[in-house]
C-alpha cells in the first residue's frame, strides 16, 4: 500500500479465504477493524496466492475491471459480485520503476481474482482505491523476499468437519503455532525451510501458493528480522486465519 511521501504504509499478510467468508460476521469485523486501524492508503498491490505466473505480471490497470470469479459451487451471489475501483495506470508505472533490475514487469488484461477483491469488498467497500494485482512468479522463500498478500493453514482436502467454528485439526494448530513463534523471533530462515522444518506438512499447506505470499511482505519490511504485529488469530473451518503488518 502507498499514502502520501510522509506515511509509509505497513505491508500486510492476510487470510483472505473463500468468498463465503463474506457472510461471517466475526471475520468481516476483525478485517473492517484492521482497515479502520490503518492511514488511509492512495494506492494498493495485491499479491494473491491464486495467481502463480512467470515473469512478474500485473492485473489491468483499467478502471471497473471485470473480477475473475476463481471457485466453483458456491452462492450465485458471489458470481454477481463486484469491485469497481478506479483506474491504477499510475501504479502500474510505479510498480515496474519499483522492481529489481532482473525483475521484468508484464502487462496483462486480467481482473482482480477472489484472493483481491474478497477482503477488498471488507477493507474498502466504496472501491475508490487504485488497486493492483501482481502475480508470484516463484514459490522460491528468497527471491519472493527480494521482490518483496493465503490462509497460514490451506489443508483443503483434509478437513473432516465443515462448521465455521470447527476445532482445528492438530496439523493446522501444530503449524500455525510453529510459524507463530518463527514470526515472534524473526526467523526468516526457519520460516524459509517450512517443507522440511514445519509441523503438520505437508497436510497444512498440500499445496505452497497460500503460504509463500509471506515472504513478499516480509521483503517488504525496513527489517525482516523484526517481529511483525499479528492483526487476527483464530480459526475458520479449522483453517488459520492468522493476519501480519508489518512496516
Same mark, same amino acid.
Given at each position: 500500500?502507498?499514502?502520501?511521501?510522509?506515511?509509509?504504509?505497513?505491508?500486510?499478510?492476510?487470510? =483472505?479465504?473463500?468468498?463465503?467468508?463474506?457472510?461471517?460476521?466475526? %471475520?468481516?469485523?476483525?478485517?473492517?477493524?484492521?482497515?479502520?486501524?490503518?492511514?488511509?492508503?492512495?494506492?494498493?498491490?495485491?499479491?494473491?496466492?491464486?495467481?502463480? &505466473?512467470?515473469?512478474?505480471?500485473?492485473?489491468?490497470? /483499467?478502471?471497473? &475491471?471485470?473480477?475473475?470469479?476463481?471457485?466453483?459451487?458456491?452462492?450465485?451471489?458471489?458470481?454477481? #459480485?463486484?469491485?469497481? /475501483?478506479?483506474?491504477?495506470?499510475?501504479?502500474?508505472?510505479?510498480?515496474?520503476?519499483? #522492481?529489481?533490475?532482473?525483475?521484468?514487469?508484464?502487462? &496483462?488484461?486480467?481482473?482482480?481474482?477472489?484472493?483481491? %477483491?474478497?477482503?477488498?469488498?471488507?477493507?474498502? *467497500?466504496?472501491?475508490?482505491?487504485?488497486?493492483?494485482?501482481?502475480?508470484?512468479?516463484?514459490?522460491? *522463500?528468497?527471491?519472493?523476499?527480494?521482490?518483496?498478500?493465503? +490462509?497460514?493453514? =490451506?489443508?483443503?482436502?483434509?478437513?473432516?468437519?465443515?462448521?465455521?467454528?470447527?476445532?482445528?485439526?492438530?496439523? !493446522?494448530?501444530? +503449524?500455525?503455532?510453529?510459524?507463530?513463534?518463527?514470526?515472534?523471533?524473526?526467523?526468516?530462515?526457519?520460516?524459509?525451510? +517450512?517443507?522440511?522444518?514445519?509441523?503438520? #506438512?505437508?497436510?497444512?499447506?498440500?499445496?505452497?501458493?497460500?503460504?509463500?505470499?509471506?515472504?513478499?511482505?516480509?521483503?517488504?519490511?525496513?527489517?525482516?528480522?523484526?517481529?511483525?504485529?499479528?492483526?487476527?488469530?483464530?480459526?475458520?473451518?479449522?483453517?488459520?486465519?492468522? !493476519?501480519?503488518?508489518?512496516?
Amino acid at each position: 500500500m502507498t499514502t502520501d511521501r510522509t506515511t509509509k504504509m505497513p505491508a500486510l499478510y492476510i487470510g =483472505h479465504g473463500a468468498p463465503m467468508l463474506l457472510d461471517d460476521p466475526l %471475520w468481516t469485523d476483525q478485517l473492517a477493524q484492521v482497515a479502520r486501524d490503518l492511514p488511509r492508503p492512495k494506492a494498493i498491490l495485491i499479491v494473491s496466492a491464486h495467481w502463480e &505466473s512467470a515473469p512478474v505480471t500485473l492485473s489491468n490497470p /483499467s478502471a471497473n &475491471s471485470p473480477l475473475v470469479y476463481d471457485f466453483n459451487g458456491f452462492d450465485r451471489k458471489f458470481y454477481e #459480485m463486484s469491485y469497481n /475501483s478506479p483506474n491504477a495506470t499510475a501504479l502500474a508505472a510505479k510498480v515496474a520503476a519499483l #522492481m529489481p533490475d532482473n525483475e521484468s514487469v508484464h502487462q &496483462s488484461t486480467r481482473g482482480l481474482d477472489h484472493g483481491a %477483491w474478497v477482503p477488498l469488498r471488507v477493507m474498502y *467497500p466504496d472501491a475508490d482505491i487504485p488497486v493492483l494485482q501482481m502475480s508470484m512468479p516463484t514459490s522460491d *522463500p528468497y527471491r519472493l523476499i527480494e521482490l518483496g498478500s493465503g +490462509f497460514m493453514t =490451506h489443508g483443503l482436502p483434509y478437513l473432516r468437519d465443515w462448521r465455521v467454528d470447527a476445532a482445528a485439526p492438530t496439523w !493446522s494448530s501444530d +503449524f500455525d503455532a510453529w510459524a507463530a513463534e518463527a514470526l515472534a523471533n524473526g526467523d526468516v530462515e526457519t520460516l524459509s525451510n +517450512f517443507r522440511t522444518k514445519a509441523p503438520g #506438512m505437508p497436510y497444512a499447506h498440500p499445496t505452497v501458493e497460500h503460504f509463500t505470499p509471506l515472504f513478499i511482505t516480509l521483503g517488504a519490511s525496513a527489517s525482516i528480522e523484526e517481529a511483525p504485529k499479528t492483526l487476527i488469530d483464530g480459526y475458520f473451518l479449522g483453517l488459520s486465519k492468522r !493476519s501480519i503488518l508489518v512496516a
